[in-house]
């Protein structure tokens, strides 16, 4: 058995590190931990937009090493802006810790280069940087590519999936496929090298039906590849870039090992980190996200303690607890004839779907009835809204474009057994069928 290669996070900076450099001051500091309350506390920052305006700030200021006097008017004027995006979140962002922090570093910040309260608010705008920049780099060192460090005699890597899409069904890094309710923060992925984390909320009203609102990525910083990096998603809110307004790695010899592309503004981009082989898709459908990633098997098994580890839903699934068996609901539906919500006495979705309607809506895009047409109208029946058939459909395109083994991807059974009172029919396995046929034909001799 070939032994594990020598790819270990640098622990020691494996630690929370400053967002972007400018005016040397305790103020500027203060803004440098922001993104850090960002993701600690996720369920403050919805539907508050600080994450908007800090993102703003950051990428207008960020970039250089001091701020020289010709440089204080560009200053000021995305100060300024930053002023006036937070007093635009005030009523929603009242109770936010983030945000408070933000009010008072601008106004130190204010003093401290005599910048007028008056004056341009134009928005800010990425700076552009000079030729030989860090961002402009390609000349990464082979241990920030994941598949060339490997030698030519050595096995190839395993990649596998995970995906998470509509109410929320998820599909395992084991291709094991459920329907959760998750309802709140929940850890997608927790290893050495990054964390992701989704935050899913009520599709209506005193529902249980839910889906995901906010996403967060932390990449680790990664020896002279990459340091570390966030990235941070909400709904109507898909930046094209990470919470520092950087689009790779930083600073590092091979900071263009990670980077991110937009395909399509607000609704679709991708994320390469090539040092550990892993590609991520982020989309909005509607108002919800969905998450999609390729990753080598060493990338997804490289845990500290894995005895010890935490809940990890992309590699097992959700609690039994959290489970819904949308199968037996779907076959409800279709007995009775009409929409079976999941919750008891939820207001009617703003479209009503039948169980014939759905299913006709569904073919339109999945043509094939595994479980993601499955899970397609199990979402039309029980929100009505229409943009969970997308999120299906491009949920099973991502797993086109990123899993390894094309005879994989459709699923048609579940692949595990619920606890009781909420059982999922599973198939009988073929060891037990034999037996049985065994035990008939010696009953007839």
């Given at each position: ?112 280069h005599n910048c007028s309260k008056d004056g341009p608010t134009s928005q800010p ?321």
């Open positions: 058995m070939r032994p594990p290669r020598e790819r270990i996070v640098d622990k020691a900076r494996a630690g929370w590190m400053g967002m972007g450099r400018g005016a040397g001051s305790t103020a500027l500091g203060l803004f440098q931990i922001l993104p850090v309350f960002l993701c600690i506390f996720p369920s403050v920052t919805s539907p508050c937009k600080i994450l908007k305006c800090n993102s703003e700030f950051w990428a207008a200021t960020s970039g250089s090493h001091h701020l020289g006097a010709e440089e204080a008017p560009e200053f000021c004027t995305a100060l300024r802006a930053y002023a006036h995006c937070t007093r635009r979140t005030a009523r929603t962002c009242r109770g936010d810790l983030a945000y408070h922090s933000a009010v008072h570093g601008i106004d130190d910040l204010m003093v401290q705008r990425l700076r552009t940087l000079p030729p030989g920049d860090s961002q402009e780099r390609s000349d990464s060192p082979e241990i920030c590519h994941y598949e060339k460090s490997f030698h030519k005699h050595s096995a190839a890597p395993n990649y596998t999936h995970c995906g998470l899409f509509g109410d929320p069904h998820l599909r395992t890094f084991t291709d094991t496929f459920q329907t959760c309710k998750v309802q709140g923060a929940w850890p997608l992925i927790d290893n050495n090298y990054l964390n992701v984390q989704v935050t899913n909320t009520p599709v209506l009203p005193g529902s249980s039906a839910t889906a995901t609102s906010k996403l967060t990525i932390i990449f680790k910083s990664f020896q002279e590849c990459v340091d570390q990096k966030v990235y941070q998603a909400e709904m109507d809110e898909l930046p094209a870039a990470f919470v520092d307004g950087s689009k790779n790695g930083g600073d590092k010899h091979g900071a263009n090992s990670l980077k991110i592309t937009e395909k399509v503004s607000g609704q679709h981009i991708e994320i390469q980190a090539k040092y550990i082989g892993t590609t991520i898709v982020v989309r909005q459908v509607g108002r919800y996200l969905t998450f999609a990633v390729r990753m080598p098997e060493e990338v997804v098994n490289a845990v500290e303690d894995r005895d010890s580890q935490g809940l990890y839903l992309c590699l097992r699934g959700c609690p039994a607890n959290q489970q819904i068996d949308f199968q037996a609901v779907r076959s409800a539906q279709a007995t009775e004839g009409r929409a079976r919500r999941k919750g008891p006495s939820l207001p009617a979705p703003p479209e009503a779907f039948t169980y014939e309607t759905a299913t006709a809506k569904c073919r339109e895009k999945l043509p094939v009835e595994d479980l993601y047409f499955q899970s397609c109208v199990f979402d039309l029946l029980t929100t009505g809204d229409v943009n969970f058939m997308l999120a299906a459909y491009y949920a099973f395109e991502d797993v086109k474009m990123l899993h390894s083994n094309k005879d994989k991807l459709h699923l048609y059974e579940r692949t595990r057994v619920l606890s009781p009172g909420n059982t999922a029919p599973t198939a009988t396995h073929p060891a037990l069928w034999v037996a049985l046929l065994c035990l008939c034909w010696l009953c007839l001799l």
